[in-house]
Antibody, heavy 121, light 112 residues
């Protein structure tokens, strides 16, 4: 059974940093691209970033480019999202999602339960 | 960016009656491999999103056959043949053909 468990969310001040983690199990982690998708309170879904299975290809939404960094440790079956220079508009539940292949980015097959990031002074 | 436009925003439905959600994209979603990467997700209240359909009309494992998807190019539809209480929630279409990946704004399905 595929399981994705996010952690690392919390309250951070504007301009601060936070690192999210997503622990994966139930599949061969290194064989699949992974993504982060966020949802602001009461709003819709917004794709944030995607990383290929090998970690060699990264993709970012313009809204986070230059501030967020996606990475993975295939030996630990864990996906990360390093978030710097955080803004109030980054406040959201952040979901980790599994993609359909190592370089298959067209959909999100499975989602985690999400972790809430609140950016506020 | 490809804009995904869903309608209606809200859909009150009587139990046992059909429901239909439209999703239109600002560009064709046919990829260079000939496949149309259009997905539908369901988000029940208080839950994470769950994929229902991918590549327009392929149902995920465990998804009831009352859910169906159709369409081509820029015009797509999600249909629920007979709405049940467990179908309450917000439905999102999402295109996986062009970067950046984009979602529709969502359609809230509720019981009348």
């Amino acid at each position: 059974e595929v399981q994705l468990l996010e952690s690392g969310g919390g309250l951070v001040q504007p301009g601060g940093s936070l690192r999210l983690s997503c622990a994966a199990s139930g599949f061969t982690f290194s064989s699949y691209a992974m993504s982060w998708v966020r949802q602001a309170p009461g709003k819709g879904l917004e794709w944030v970033s995607t990383l290929s299975g090998s970690g060699s290809s990264t993709y970012y939404a313009d809204s986070v480019k230059g501030r967020f960094t996606i990475s993975r440790d295939n030996s630990k079956n864990t996906l990360y999202l390093q978030m710097n220079s955080l803004r109030a508009e980054d406040t959201a539940v952040y979901y980790c999602a599994k993609c359909p292949g190592s370089t298959g980015y067209s959909t999100f097959e499975y989602w985690g339960q999400g972790t809430l990031v609140t950016v506020s002074s | 960016d490809v804009v995904m436009t869903q309608s209606p925003l809200s859909l009150p439905v009587t139990l046992g009656q059909p429901a239909s959600i439209s999703c239109r994209s600002s560009q064709s979603l046919v990829f260079s491999d000939g496949i149309t990467y259009l997905n539908w997700f369901q988000q029940r209240p208080g839950q994470s999103p769950r994929r229902l359909l991918y590549k327009v009309s392929n149902r995920d494992s465990g998804v009831p056959d009352r859910f169906s998807g159709s369409g081509s190019g820029t015009d797509f539809t999600l249909k629920i043949s007979r709405v049940e209480a467990e179908d309450v929630g917000v439905y999102y279409c999402m295109q996986g053909t062009h970067w950046p990946l984009t979602f529709g704004g969502g359609t809230k399905v509720e019981i009348k």
